[in-house]
């Protein structure tokens, strides 16, 4: 019953709006599924997804791959603070045998995205008194660089982008618990354990996205036009100690669960940039905040080129809008509003670093789009709702709001994240090409026997050639369009085996194992002497000395900057070949 009465209030609501309203909402659906339509054409794996293939090289069933994942996931996400954010990695191992799998999952990912646009859309409309608009802002916002890297990844990052849909309802029901006054009585407090309970699992799954309620409560404040100053004040002030309150209970939560664990097992597992721990060293502080600001000046809004310096633009553009419409509102003079804008660009500032404090406060090391998910939103909110307040102001112009987002900003920033979702598929797809190209080479001619040594030159630079020189030095598109090799070089041995799983002519995986020694040469010449098939890795820079001549893939040709690594063979020494490498060839099966 009460679905059937959500349907009929959402059909009410489509038949209340305009034909203006109607299409830019349609328009930024569209929009979304445009920007993204590459990734539901081709073939291509992203960084995360490559531990699909980290059990083994033959695919060994979907209930063993689940097994393995969980074993493996479970033990290490709930230390970092986030124990929910696995699971829909988990789902992908157990589904995903052969690259070709993943393209069946990414619609699924893709269904998350709109139904965010749609929710988030929502809440932004009632801050914002339009719901379209809201529905634009947010469909701007999912195509936002930060964003687009986590809906790449696909599967991995699944929870991630539901964490935007928890953290949302979240603030939607503290928002309506609040009132117009922003109170909630002594004796209602129990009216804060839904927001509480949304927030803290938003949390346990990316703290840095779970932010984003620090945005919504300054979109409310400064678009709020309705309320009184002092109504608006407090029920942002309401807001910002509400989830200070529920950010210092997470940080308990965790910290306790940690001692537990600590108690029970002795010692914890050194995390590196995940160790849950506050960073408050001044020196530390002050540099993370400097590099921010850094960050803040060079950052273009969304996903397309702006000069330096236009966030700070913004920023001060809806900073005299907020001072601008209370002066108004009190008859204040020309000089009153200035200095207003003056306060509320401090202001907003100040709370702009509190909302990526997530990062701030963390072990991470440096900053990058995916921590900055709550700037992109204000970013979406305040550039489309200032345009459509100003067409709001003249009416000759008012009716045309609709057509001109869609024309001028909602398209060119889809076309543009549908050349980057290409570019994305394209160069995965290169690079998988290079090395199916290269492995297959070396299984025909049966490199298992002749050439155990395999040396992969990594690549230097992050894009291939052609990316560098169609962006230039700004590139726009931040972590995505990148090489796996160049990011991670752990995935090469999982690359082999998704690789190796394409062909059966081959002992691969059956009688003969696969040894990752990484960049460790005394590894290699110790598993070759013992007639092991070796994978090393190397950036060119090193000299390789070996007693076994390698079989090189050279992905560094595909960048800029390509390199040959040198080596020295060495004297080898005399070692029988052990009974399965006699076995094998002399073309006979092992027992």
Request: charged share 15%; with cysteine.
């Amino acid at each position: 019953m009460k679905s059937n009465s959500y349907l009929k209030n959402i059909i009410k609501q489509w038949d209340a709006l305009n034909l203006k309203d109607k299409s830019l909402i349609v328009a930024s659906l569209l929009a979304v599924i445009f920007s993204y339509l590459p990734t539901l054409e081709f073939d291509y794996v992203t960084q995360d997804q490559w531990r699909a293939f980290r059990y083994s090289i033959l695919p060994q069933s979907p209930s063993f791959r689940a097994k393995a994942c969980i074993d493996m996931l479970s033990h290490f996400y709930p230390l970092t603070g986030r124990p929910f954010v696995w699971l829909g990695e988990c789902v992908e191992h157990s589904f995903v045998a052969k690259i070709s799998d993943f393209i069946y999952l990414r619609p699924f990912v893709l269904t998350v995205v709109l139904i965010t646009v749609l929710y988030l859309g929502k809440i932004l409309g009632l801050l914002m008194r339009n719901l379209a608009i809201g529905i634009a802002v947010a469909s701007i916002f999912v195509l936002a660089p930060g964003y687009s890297f986590m809906y790449l990844q696909s599967m991995p990052a699944l929870m991630v982008l539901g964490s935007i849909l928890l953290a949302g309802a979240s603030f939607e029901n503290l928002e309506k618990k609040l009132g117009g006054r922003g109170e909630i009585p002594a004796r209602k407090l129990h009216y804060l354990i839904t927001p509480f309970l949304f927030f803290i699992s938003a949390c346990m799954i990316y703290p840095a996205w779970a932010f984003i309620v620090i945005p919504l409560a300054m979109i409310q404040f400064g678009f709020n036009d309705q309320n009184p100053i002092k109504d608006k004040v407090r029920k942002f002030v309401s807001i910002l100690l509400s989830y200070f309150i529920f950010s210092l209970i997470y940080y308990l939560i965790v910290k306790i669960f940690l001692v537990i664990i600590k108690l029970k097992y002795g010692s914890i597992q050194d995390l590196g940039d995940y160790t849950v721990s506050m960073q408050l060293s001044p020196q530390t502080l002050w540099t993370r905040i400097k590099e921010a600001t850094n960050y803040f000046y060079m950052m273009p809004p969304s996903n397309f080129y702006t000069p330096h310096g236009i966030t700070i633009l913004l920023l001060s553009l809806y900073s005299f809008y907020i001072a601008k419409t209370m002066t108004k509102e009190q008859g204040r003079s020309n000089v009153a509003t200035f200095l207003l804008s003056i306060f509320f660009f401090l202001f907003n500032f100040i709370f702009f670093y509190a909302s990526i404090s997530p990062w701030l406060f963390s072990h991470m090391s440096a900053l990058s789009t995916r921590h900055l998910i709550p700037w992109y939103l204000l970013f979406s909110a305040m550039f489309l709702g200032m345009i459509w307040k100003i067409f709001q102001s003249f009416n000759k112009i008012t009716n045309y709001y609709a057509v001109f987002i869609i024309a001028f900003i909602i398209f060119p920033i889809a076309a543009n994240q549908n050349k980057l979702s290409f570019l994305e598929a394209e160069v995965s797809g290169i690079e998988i090409e290079t090395m199916r190209l290269a492995i297959g080479k070396w299984l025909d001619e049966k490199g298992y026997l002749y050439s155990r040594f395999l040396l992969v030159v990594l690549p230097s630079q992050a894009r291939l050639a052609y990316v560098e020189r169609l962006f230039g030095k700004n590139f726009i598109a931040g972590e995505n369009t990148v090489l796996s090799s160049s990011q991670n070089p752990v995935s090469l041995p999982w690359m082999f085996n998704a690789l190796l799983r394409e062909r059966n002519d081959h002992p691969m995986g059956k009688k003969i194992d696969l040894t990752y020694c990484a960049f460790d040469q005394t590894c290699t010449e110790s598993n070759l002497l013992n007639g092991k098939v070796v994978l090393e890795l190397t950036y060119g820079n090193k000299l390789i000395q070996s007693s076994t001549i390698p079989y090189i893939i050279n992905l560094s040709y595909l960048t800029s900057k390509p390199v040959n690594p040198i080596f020295k063979k060495l004297s080898k020494f005399t070692k029988k070949p052990t009974g399965q490498m006699r076995l094998l060839q002399n073309n006979k099966s092992l027992p």
